[in-house]
């Protein structure tokens, strides 16, 4: 299921920003981004994601963000004060124009002026972070919950149009039977004008052609997958999996109709009927 969170978290000088985006995905997969100093802590993070969000393909971003009015670097003195005395040697020594006010500047960025030192990442900075995640997940499955009760509907809608389809399917049956007799008559006085035909016969060859062609079966039972799907879909913790088990079934039936109406107009309505269920199975893929 589609869904984003964003949540943000003070330590010291630093804010600590946290985003995950969501998107549709038969199984889970995590793309974390960290930055170098909280490597540590990657694996406790994606088994957090994996447990909170189960399935989907996941992009978190983790980054911060400093104060650097709040930090002041150290300057590396014995660094510093060699390349000053180069360079006013240099100067001195080929008559260029030595001015202090602009040299000081380019000094500074040169190699090792500035000191670098690693820093130490406290346990409760590490815990400012996991909060943070923690955060983000939360809001992202309340947008998913958002978005689950548009689902919800969505889906109940569509399979009340299939029943709704199916329930306008006989009182074409009736029309269905008299068009096979006629068919079938008609290619009796095609092989033969003079023929006699037995009515009993006749009728006895009819009953075992429609019992052929009979979707009573098929009616019923997908009617109890709708019903099923329904139900399953109303449930508390309803699995996207298990919908899409029960809209194959009832993808069978409706196949099983298609090939068995012989009737235009049933036809017509198993096309629709076709249409709303690719839908369903669309949206099931965006149920956990």
Do not use: W
Not at 211 to 236: A, G, S, W
Request: aromatic share 6%.
């Amino acid at each position: 299921m589609t869904g984003y969170g964003k949540a943000e978290r003070g330590f010291g000088s630093k804010k600590i920003i946290v985003e995950v985006r969501s998107l549709n995905s038969k199984q889970f997969d995590l793309n974390l981004r960290l930055p170098s100093t909280y490597r540590e802590l990657e694996m406790e993070i994606r088994l957090k994601v994996a447990k909170e969000l189960e399935r989907g393909k996941v992009d978190m971003t983790v980054s911060v963000e400093e104060n650097n009015e709040l930090k002041v670097m150290p300057i590396n003195d014995s660094v510093f004060v060699a390349y000053y005395r180069q360079l006013s040697d240099i100067t001195s020594k080929y008559g260029i124009g030595f001015n202090s006010a602009e040299i000081v500047p380019a000094i500074l960025l040169l190699p090792e002026v500035i000191k670098t030192q690693r820093e130490e990442i406290v346990p409760e900075e590490f815990g400012a972070v996991l909060q943070a995640c923690s955060n983000a997940l939360e809001a992202l499955v309340q947008f998913r919950k958002q978005e689950g009760a548009i689902l919800e509907k969505d889906l109940l809608h569509r399979v009340n149009l299939i029943l709704d389809y199916l329930s306008r399917i006989e009182p074409f049956e009736n029309q269905r039977i008299n068009d096979v007799r006629k068919r079938i008559s008609e290619s009796l006085r095609q092989i033969d004008a003079d023929i006699t035909v037995d009515d009993n016969r006749f009728e006895q060859e009819v009953i075992y052609y429609l019992e052929k062609l009979d979707i009573t079966e098929e009616k019923v039972r997908l009617k109890q997958h709708c019903n099923y799907f329904t139900e399953t879909v109303n449930q508390p913790d309803s699995a996207g999996r298990k919908l899409g088990f029960i809209a194959q079934e009832m993808g069978r039936e409706i196949n099983t109709l298609g090939s068995k109406a012989n009737n235009a107009d049933i036809q017509k309505l198993v096309v629709m009927m076709k249409d709303e269920l690719e839908k369903i199975k669309e949206q099931s893929l965006n149920i956990l």
